[in-house]
C-alpha cells in the first residue's frame, strides 16, 4: 500500500524510534486509504486523529475506529458506533497457563489447567484487549478487572461496571476480536491486510 502521511504525522514519525516510526506511518497510511474508500475522500483528507501510543479518532458525525496490529498484519474496523477490534496469531508462542493464572483466573488455578488451552486463553486475550480498546483503556491497568464469558459471549468491567458483547473470528493464521455494545449483530467495515512490519 502506499504510504499516505501529513506533514504532521511525518513530524511525529521522526520523533519515534525506527521500528515504531515505520508501524506508525503504516498504519496510518492503511486507516487513511482504507476510509478513504468509505468516506469518498482523499487519503489525506481523512481528519483523523492517530498520535502515537493513543486509539485513533474521528471527528463527531464520521463514527468510530479501531486498529489492531501483530507482527505481519493490521486489521482495522470502522462502526457507526463505539467499537474495539484486536488481533494475534494462533501460533503466537507464550506461556498461556501462566497468563491465564495472572490475569484471568484468580482461584481454583489447579482447576481451570485441567482444561485450559492455549486457543481458549489466546480468544480470551483476544477479546479482552479488543473491549479495552473500546473503553480507550490501558492493557496493565484495565486486563485485571474484565471478566469474559464465552456463553454469552459477553465483557464486563467489574469496576467500570460495563457491559459489552464480542464477536471472535478465525481468520488464516489470526484470531480477530471485536468489542460492541450492540446487541444485534453488527455490520462494520473490517479490513485485514498481511503485512511484514
Known amino acids: ?3 499516505v502521511a501529513t506533514i504532521e504525522e511525518i513530524k511525529t ?10 508501524i506508525f506511518l503504516e498504519t496510518r497510511a492503511y486507516l487513511r486509504q482504507s476510509l478513504s474508500k468509505i468516506f469518498d475522500l482523499d487519503p489525506l483528507e481523512i481528519p483523523i486523529n492517530a498520535h502515537p501510543g493513543e486509539p485513533p479518532s474521528l471527528p463527531s458525525g464520521m463514527g468510530n475506529i479501531s486498529l489492531s496490529h501483530c507482527k505481519d498484519a493490521i486489521t482495522i474496523v470502522w462502526h457507526k458506533s463505539k467499537i474495539g477490534i484486536d488481533i494475534e496469531r494462533t501460533d503466537r508462542d507464550f506461556n498461556y497457563v501462566k497468563f491465564a493464572e495472572k490475569y484471568f483466573f484468580h482461584t481454583n488455578k489447579s482447576i481451570h489447567n485441567n482444561y485450559l488451552t492455549k486457543k481458549m486463553v489466546l480468544n ?10 473500546w473503553d480507550h483503556g ?14 454469552p459471549k459477553k465483557l464486563i468491567h467489574k469496576k467500570k461496571n460495563i457491559h459489552l458483547n464480542y464477536s471472535q473470528i478465525n481468520f488464516h493464521n489470526w484470531t480477530i476480536a471485536l468489542a460492541y455494545e450492540e446487541k444485534t449483530s ?12
Open 13 to 22: 514519525a521522526k520523533n519515534l524510534s525506527s521500528s515504531r516510526s515505520k
Open 138 to 151: 490501558k492493557l496493565a491497568k484495565d486486563i485485571n478487572h474484565w471478566q469474559f464469558f464465552e456463553k
Open 186 to 197: 453488527l455490520n462494520p467495515e473490517i479490513i485485514c491486510c498481511s503485512k511484514n512490519f
Open 124 to 133: 480470551q486475550w483476544c477479546a479482552v484487549e479488543a473491549a479495552i480498546k
Open 1 to 3: 500500500m502506499q504510504d
